[in-house]
T-cell receptor
């Protein structure tokens, strides 16, 4: 049972490049979300989805796009990478509102 | 204004000590509170608490929510070096969406 799978685990980007962080889950959860974690800032919600075809912005959405064409996949796109986007990114799923959050193993992104 | 605030930010104790971590939350649309432990990778789930006030226990860890004080505590007794981690608290607010908000975390270091 893979749970929540994120790829890549590590990535170095140059300023201005674009890339996509992939997230796939096999738990048939409706709710998926992306967080970034920075030192001293905790986990901050970037975007979330309550089901296929539905997405919404979280606390820090600027510079990121998401889509949810299937229940299983929720990719996060960086449109034009900036050094301020250097962070650890976590994809997460939950069965329903207020239930336990399951996290992927994280993606370490450095923008130079 | 932060919906979830944790204290202290960091803590250093000796093996065998008992520690208490705090998490306060905003009352508006509050639904539930979750505690997570994060070592090098993704956060792992510890407890979920609601306004029912029921204490949750797991081995040397326990947690309870005080709805009058709008806060929760996480207790760890007889600490071990393996308890060294960041402890995150997350609150779920609202009736729609996936609105989990995390505190900044408490970094616990247990010295042998």
């Amino acid at each position: 049972n893979a749970g929540v799978t994120q790829t890549p685990k590590f990535q170095v980007l140059k300023t201005g490049q674009s890339m996509t962080l992939q997230c796939a889950q096999d738990m048939n959860h409706e709710y998926m979300s992306w967080y970034r974690q920075d030192p001293g800032m905790g986990l901050r919600l970037i975007h979330y989805s309550v089901g296929a075809g539905i997405t919404d912005q979280g606390e820090v959405p600027n510079g990121y796009n998401v889509s949810r064409s299937t229940t299983e996949d929720f990719p996060l796109r960086l449109l034009s990478a900036a050094p301020s986007q250097t962070s650890v990114y976590f994809c997460a799923t939950t069965r329903d509102r207020g239930y336990t959050i399951y996290f992927g193993e994280g993606s370490w992104l450095t923008v130079v | 204004e932060d919906k979830v605030v944790q204290s202290p930010l960091s803590l250093v104790v000796h093996e065998g000590d008992t520690v208490t971590l705090n998490c306060s939350y905003e009352v508006t649309n509050f639904r539930s509170l979750l505690w997570y432990k994060q070592e090098k990778k993704a956060p792992t789930f510890l407890f979920m608490l609601t306004s029912s006030g029921i204490e949750k226990k797991s081995g040397r860890l326990s947690s309870i929510l005080d709805k009058k004080e709008l806060s929760s505590i996480l207790n760890i007794t007889a600490t071990q070096t393996g308890d060294s981690a960041i402890y995150l608290c997350a609150g779920w607010f609202g009736n729609t969406g996936n609105q989990f908000y995390f505190g900044t975390g408490t970094s616990l270091t247990v010295i042998p």
